[in-house]
Structure formats: structure tokens, C-alpha cells
């Protein structure tokens, strides 16, 4: 089992330009999340699912889309890319919702 | 909204020294998990604690959940220079999601 892969594991925007995290697992989890990461700040959950075809906002949800059509996917979109954007962006999944989760290696982003 | 405090932010020890950090909350606490982070790579599950008062061993880390659940700890004896890295609690938001702690980031000189 690959567990939850990430792609892709790094990426330089441009101010404006628009781009696609895809998250992939294989244990068959109904929860998966989106998490970003910068210095000094720890993981802040951006965007959740609790099961294919839903997803409901974290805490800084702003500037992220997100969408859940297969159970196994969980797609992080950014519309128009900003420097604040500029960070490490983690996938996560768990079996059921707030019990042991398990990150992909995540994807590092630059927004010049 | 909810957040666990986690302290110390920072904390450099000399191999064979002890550690321990702390995670903090205002409310009752359901659950709360553990999380390492070495530099570079992805946090990895620890441990879970959801008993007051319960305390977990895993090697030379020992875990501790408040009386009150709302304090936790993480400690590690004689640390090594495998222990370097950022250890998150997190605590459960309504059983749905986690809200990670921000960190204590762990550097050990041999």
C-alpha cells in the first residue's frame, strides 16, 4: 500500500496563476484534509471531507476550493494564487472523523 | 475557536538530557493525539490518550493526560539524536476533524 500520496511535491506560481493539489489514499478512509503549514504556525486545517461527494471548511478556508468525487481523491484548488499562499500543504486521511490520521509527504509552494 | 497551547515553542538539550513539552487547553478535552515531525518530512501518529488521568509509555516517551483532560504532556527521557523534531498535540473537533497544537521543535546536540 502507498498510503496517501501527494502530487505534485513541488511547485513555483505566479501571482494569479491557478493550480490543482491532488491527494490520493488507498486505505479505503472515509475523512480526508487539507492542511497548510508555515513557520511558527503548526498545521491549520484548510478544508475537510467526511465522505465522497462532501467537504465543509476548516480554519482558513479562504482562496482554497475543494472537491471529493472519488472516495480515494481529494483535489485542493487555488483560483488565483497569492504570495500569502506560498507554504507546505499536507493531505491527511483517517478511517472515521478525529482518530489517528495519516499525511502524505506533502507539496511545497512557491507564489512569486 | 478551539486551539491546544503547546510550550515550549523551542527547546535545544544536550543528548542524554530529558524533555518535555506541554499542551495546554481552556476547555474539557474529549481525546488528544501526538504527532512527530522530523525535519523535512510528514507528522506521524504517536499515540492517543482519552482516560483522565491516563499515562502512556512508548520506549523512553511517556505520555500523561490530565486529571481534568485538559492538560497533556510528552516526555522523553535521555534524549537521542533521533528524538530531533516538532511534536504536535492535536484535540478532537467534534469528532470530526483535528486542531493541531503549534509545535515544540526539538534540537539535540551530541
Known amino acids: 500500500n502507498a498510503g496517501v500520496t501527494q502530487t505534485p511535491k513541488f511547485r513555483v506560481l505566479k501571482t494569479g496563476q491557478s493550480m490543482t493539489l491532488l491527494c490520493a489514499q488507498d486505505?479505503?478512509?472515509?475523512?480526508m484534509y487539507w492542511y497548510r503549514q508555515d513557520p511558527g504556525m503548526g498545521l491549520r486545517l484548510i478544508h475537510y471531507s467526511v465522505g465522497e461527494g462532501t467537504t465543509a471548511k476548516g480554519e482558513v478556508p479562504d482562496g482554497y476550493n475543494v472537491s471529493r468525487l472519488k472516495k480515494q481523491n481529494f483535489l485542493l484548488g487555488l483560483e488565483s494564487a497569492a504570495p500569502s499562499q506560498t507554504s507546505v500543504y499536507f493531505c491527511a486521511s483517517s478511517l472515521i472523523g478525529a482518530e489517528t490520521q495519516y499525511f502524505g509527504p506533502g507539496t511545497r509552494l512557491l507564489v512569486l | 475557536g478551539q486551539q491546544v497551547m503547546q510550550i515550549p515553542q523551542y527547546q535545544h538539550v544536550q543528548e542524554g538530557e530529558d524533555f518535555t513539552t506541554y499542551c495546554n487547553s481552556s476547555t474539557t478535552l474529549s481525546n488528544i493525539q501526538w504527532y512527530k515531525q522530523r525535519p523535512g518530512g510528514h507528522p506521524v501518529f504517536l499515540i492517543q490518550l482519552v482516560k483522565s488521568g491516563e499515562v502512556k509509555k512508548q520506549k523512553r516517551l511517556t505520555f500523561q493526560f490530565g486529571e481534568a483532560k485538559k492538560n497533556s504532556s510528552l516526555h522523553i527521557t535521555a534524549t537521542q539524536t533521533t528524538d530531533v523534531g516538532t511534536y504536535f498535540c492535536a484535540e478532537d473537533q467534534a469528532g470530526t476533524a483535528l486542531i493541531f497544537g503549534k509545535g515544540t521543535t526539538l534540537s539535540v546536540s551530541s
Open positions: 486505505m479505503n478512509h472515509e475523512y
